[in-house]
Structures are given as structure tokens and as C-alpha cells.
């Protein structure tokens, strides 16, 4: 694909959104009073995802606009562009393809002169037989006794997506054999994940895109000298080559550190990471679920990803949900987005989406250096319901900001159970989905004064009691959380982000925002252990918190 990004701005279709913005407001109860199809004509599947849009801010001619709006900013050839492998990661000069992580075996799809989908598999493969000989037990520690803790190391998409996906999965994991994760830099990390292991019986998977990261290689040298330590008398050779592992796109880094070039899994630079849980960035998660199940995963972001290619724009729904976040960002002052799932196990799906979409997106130059000519990104957060309907939903609900928030549930629970009440049964699953439902319906059509009247209510506490509604929703709804489903609802994020970040002309694929910060914690660091001229680099806030770190530290 040639050429610069298009400024949004400057398209007939941002005017035309730009006026229907200001003709009217939207006005979610007379719409759904005017239009007894609108639920029909805005509900559309993904895979084995039904998504209903029709509590958000969308009308027919506003999604019509919209969708100009990506035909003239050339999103679909911006997609079309990712999937074939051309450098759509313009600062770093890199091919995007994630996608190509959960191709077929039997597909194909050569890319600066390699048949990338043979690589993928033939790395699959060994992470698989891998996976395998720890599940059963074949592959021991030094001291000849079977896995029976496996640690990732890793932070970011090295950590986010396995973590968030070991939770998810919780149903699908093998008994007698844990994961646990360390990422944090914070000393309380390593030492809190590692209480009460046992280094003959404890694996460790250090998962480095670069292995260039100052928090995993610190902590995998911590992990190190506590597995040398609790096996003090063993062959130090042999132990790291018992129980360390790697995943990494710099294999000679991983021999640099003592890691046997048999037990490393490589991937590439074209996958980001955030974007990385699928290739052997999710070695925990294939050892904690198996092969098979890891399989329907990536099969299920397979089936996400023909969608996003294949459908027509009307009923593609990664292209209709991510321009619809461009209509709240651009054209309602949206500042954040609330992810909700209706379902405990994703309690870390919002803190994965936080990585996913605002490392993405959140830039402020376009990928040919220009700036940005209106908002980019959002705020993504969240946590399960009903927790949070017991935290932060008074905000969503009467607060004076607009949060458009996404519902998710699932027809099934992962765990069924029963309520039994005075010889009354209740199924637990379907007192949660009433939640979901109930507060999506008051999100969206509210409580007028009259009806709070209507209840008795004292007349000075009407105001409060009032629910203006118009407050839009998204339901994303599926049978069950299995590992297909989680990876179409993983692969959905991937591509609206992938969709706004085109809209916006961004390149949605580096982070260069991440890289100040990493710089000048290596400058501080000498001038917190005392180095006087890397003191007096500092500024004057800085200095006076290091002198306050030096009076209060214990010695
Ligand atoms: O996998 P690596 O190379 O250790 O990087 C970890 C994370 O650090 C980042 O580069 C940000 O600092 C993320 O993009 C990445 O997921």
C-alpha cells in the first residue's frame, strides 16, 4: 500500500458525522419506541459471537457515514495491506502479522521470500511436544521429579495476554499443575510468587520478545539463583537446562544467558507484543491447557480474522465496532471506554485490553511524522460484573461524563450452581445474567422523574433519583467461554483497534511512548546508589525524592 494517511479531518465523510453529530442528540428510548427493527437491523454475529449494537449511539445514517468514512480513509486497504505482510509497522519498517500466528496448517503465505506459515507451525510444533512431556510428566527436573509449578516470566505482552488467558481458561487446566506469573520489577513480585515452591518440582519459561527487558532478565536472574540455591549440590548446568525455558525473537540473547538453544522458542519481529499470546509467547498457557485446547484458540482468532477480511462492511463487526468508538472519541467527547465482562474468569481481560489498545493507540503523530489532526485512543478499563456495579457504576449511571462500556456474557457458566432458598432453587448463572441485562437496560432508557414520582418518592430527592438513560451500551453475548470463543473475543479487540488506529492514520503497530521512561530509569539509577554526577544530572523534584529515599531507607 503507498502513499501518506488520510486526514480524517479533511474527508466528506467526517463532515457529514460532524453535522449528524450536531443536528440532533441521540436518544436511545425514542429510537427504540421508532423502530421496532432496530435491534434485528443492529445485532450481527462474528464467529460465534452476537454483538448487539443497538443500545449504542448508531442510527442508519450515522453508520452509513461512518463506513464512508473508512472507505475514504482506506482501512480496508490498510487490512487487506496487514494481511499480506506489507510494512504496515512504518516506524520500525516491519510486516503485522499476528494473523498469520493462527493460520492453518495447510495455508500459505510467503513474506519477504519465507513461507511464514511453515515457520509457525514448525515452532507450534515443538512448543506442543513441549507442553506435552510436561503434562505427562516426561520431562523432569534435575533431581528426576515431575513439573508440577511452571513460572512465566515476562512482562507486557509477554505477560498479559498468557496470564489473562491461564485465568479465562481456568476450566480447561490440567490438575497437579500450576502456572504462576512474575513481572513486576518490585522485588514483592518474584519473592511472593516464588513462596512456597519447590525448585525440584518448579519450571520457569522466561518470555522476552527482546530479551532486552530490564524487569524479565532481572527476575529471571533472581529465579536463577533461587533454583541454585534450593538445589545446592546439583550440577548448575544441568539444573538451568532442567528448568528454564525460553521465548524470544533474539535466540542468541537467550544462549547469552545460560539457557540450552534446545529449550528456546523463537518467534518474529513481525508480531508484536501485544499481539504475541498466540505464537510461543503462550507456552504457559499450552502447557497449562494442552495442545488440543490451545488449538481451538488460535482457531477461534482464525475464525475472527477470516471474518474482519471476508464480511461486507455493513455486518463486519471489528470495522463497525471500531468506528463506532470513533464516533463516541471524535464526535461525543468520549475519554473512556468500560470493559464489563459478565464473567469472573476474564477479570484480567480489561487489564490485557489496556496494553492492547493504548499502547496501540494512544499517539499523537501520524506514521509519517504529521500530528494527529483530532483525539486518538481512549481509556480502556474495567472489571467483571457485578463487582463493579458495586465500585464505579454510580459514574456510569448518573455521573456528567459519557462512557460508552461493552458488555460481555455467556449463555452458560463455567461453573453452574444452585441457590437453594427455603426448598427454592435458583440458578446462580441466571440471577448474573439478570444483572447484565437489567443494568444495560438502565444504562440505556434510565428512570424518568415521573416514574421515580410514581414510586412515592419524597419530591427533594426526586433529582437524585432520576436516571437520564442514553448512556450507550454494547452486548457482546456467546454460548460458553471456551478457548475458541475467547480467542474470536481476543481477536475482535485486536482488529477495532486495528480499525481506529487506521481511521486516525496511526501507526498502531510501535510504542515509542514506552521508551523515555526505560531510558532515564537507567540514568537514575546511579544516582539513586549514590553516583554524585548522576545526581546532579537530575532535576530539582527528582534530587529531593532520591535525598527523601536516602534519609528514609533502612541501612
Ligand atoms: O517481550 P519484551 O521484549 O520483554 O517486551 C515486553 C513489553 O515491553 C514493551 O515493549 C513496552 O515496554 C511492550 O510492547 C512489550 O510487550
Redesign the pocket.
Known sequence: MTGGPVDPTSTPAWSRLTALATASAPDLRAWFAADPDRVDRLTHTAGDLTVDLSKSFLDADVVAALLDLAAQTKVLERRDAMYAGEHVNVTEDRAVLHTALRLPAGASLEVDGQDVVHDVHEVLARVYAFAEKVRDGSWTGVTGERIRTVVNI?????DLGPVMTYEALAPYRQDGLECRFISNIDPTDAATTLQGLDPATTLFIV????F??LE?LTNARLCKAWLLDGLAGQDEADAVRRHFVAVSTALDKVADFGIDPDNAFGFWDWVG??YSLDSAIGTSLAVAIGPERFAELLAGFHTMDEHFRDTEPSRNVPLLMGLLNVWYVNFHGAQSHAVLPYAQLLHRFPAYLQQLTM?SNGKGVRWDGSPVTTDTGEIFWGEPGTNGQHAFYQLIHQGTRLIPADFIAFANPSYPLVDAVDGQSTDVHELFLANFLAQTRALAFGKTADEVRAEGTAEDVVPARVFEGNRPTTSIIAPELTPSVLGQLIALYEHLTFVQGAVWGIDSFD?WG?ELG?QLAQQVGPAIAGDADALAEQDASTRALIAYYQEHRHR
Open positions: 515476562g512482562i507486557g505482552g509477554s518470555s522476552s520478545k527482546t532486552g527487558t524479565t507484543g501485544r499502547e510504542q514506552v526505560k
